[in-house]
């Protein structure tokens, strides 16, 4: 089986990636997304999720065996080397997931929504790389409005990311999402086409 043509979707929290993924998405591209993956591996009565509880500890577990995930940001996002204790729990069982979805998937091309594209070095992974970019100010402030999180906390979430700075370097396509929904379903179709005309190259190349 041919390896899909695929881009490597990524940019800091509260960017805007997810909407942009869903838009992608409606528009034919076959959408992987690591956060939602993630969320898959640390299901109630998971493996996974029993390391999180051994190391984190069992108060993070709620009445329904399930994860209290707002604590346990807390938790990584205050404390640098607890979030590499996290990650290297989770991030096996999800990139083992995100490879079965992406042999199985169908569609002109692939969208992979990777948070940490930049801080793992993945680049090289995919065909292509699209940021979606927006001042740190605005990454803030959508943190604290769609999250209920106080302004230490956002910025602490903000500072356990790669910079701004990095993420523009490792993309090949940026939208700037700084604007209304429509700017960026816009910015979607446009960048839609051009995939497929860059997929459709490979594959005649083939």
Known sequence: MDKPWRVGLTGGVASGKSTAARYFESLGAAVIDLDQISREVLRPGSPVLEQVFERFGTELREPDNSLNRRALRAIVFADPSALKALE?????????RASEQSTSRAGPYQIIVNPLLV?????????????????????????????????????????????????????????????DLLALAEAVQALHQSYLRMAGARAGSR
């Open 88 to 96: 290297a729990i989770t991030q096996g069982a999800i990139l083992a």
């Open 119 to 179: 801080e793992k070095n993945m680049a090289a992974v995919y065909d292509r790389v699209l940021l979606i970019d927006c001042p740190e100010e605005l990454q803030l402030a959508r943190l604290i409005g769609r999250d209920g999180v106080d302004a230490q906390h956002a910025a602490a979430m903000l500072a356990a990311q790669s910079g701004r700075a990095a993420r523009q370097r490792a993309a090949d396509d940026v939208i700037e999402n700084s604007g």
